[in-house]
């Protein structure tokens, strides 16, 4: 066994809190860096959701970062970044080569074909989003997925749909190894307060990309016909789809009570997570959602539609409405709003169950045991 294992990834942003996967891959890198492995991170040039602010590239202990040549057309940046940080992992000197998502594993032949050990992480099927429904984006993340199974010594799943996925329609065995989430120091009211006028237990929170799979029209349609003098803060930056966040503001702009923050992050997140009376997820797609991991880590009462990839990770301790029906959401958060007591005593369990549950010390553990795994 090595300590100087050197790893190369790729298929995030870049290491910050724009995605999932970014988070992910900032999680297993920091760690990997800890224990003594080289770990180095194609990040994609130009910037991103988070807005050019967020630009200067962050420096993480032990963590090479390198920017690779990127197009920056919708479309065609993950594509163009996803080839050179194969390209260059292929050619650099890497015990194993991470890919991360679909989109990114259509190159993995590259490292592979170089002989070296490639490691792939489904975060979801992503053809299935709305954004990927047609077109060339489509066939490319469908094509990455066959790749992925072809030339991938192994796949990481986050889900047990996606793995059961994998084995219904490839034949592949797939490893389940869930996201992980920090136990965060809960943080008084104080931003949120000056900026949005926000208290603890006055507003529903949902926090998230603002895409039409994660639901939020639902939301906002369920939550016009509610009676209660609660705010909904929906928080998160547009991707891609810069249309559908005209489309959601225009759907709202009879209802005051509504509030959209743009992309946060900082003491601004923990605040909003550390004070909110219920956090949602109406989602019709999940890889494995890692804000609801967040919102439960900060002891919230969470309120989720009943795909697999929520209903597993909550299992009785949430609230869980049907996916997709308004008028059951609708019931659900008037529920929750008439009912106090019953969201305090969700809180009051979220927390420990979901620490205990999820443990990022422990995805590396298994992560790196795959890196070492003889064929």
Known sequence: MKDKFAVSMFGQKRLSREGGIEIVVKELCTRMARDGCQVTCYNRSGHHVSGAEYDNKIEYDGIRQKFVPTIERKGLAAVSSSFFAALYSAFGKYDVVHIHAEGPAFFSWLPKILGKRVVVTIHGVDWQREKWKSGFGSKFIRHGEKNAVKYADEIIVLSKGVQDYFKDTYGRETHFIPNGVNRPEIKEAKFITEKFGLTKDSYILFLGRLVPEKGIRYLVEAFEDIKTDKKLVIAGGSSDTDSFMMELKELAKDDNRIIFTGFIQGQMLDELY????????PSDLEGMPLSLLEAMSYGNCCLVSDIPECAEVVEDKALIFQKSNVEDLQ??????????EMVMEMKKHAADFICKKYNWDEVVKETMKLYRRKQ
């Open 274 to 281: 550390s004070n909110a009376y219920i956090y949602t997820l």
């Open 331 to 340: 019931e659900k958060l008037q529920d929750a709003c008439d009912h106090p």
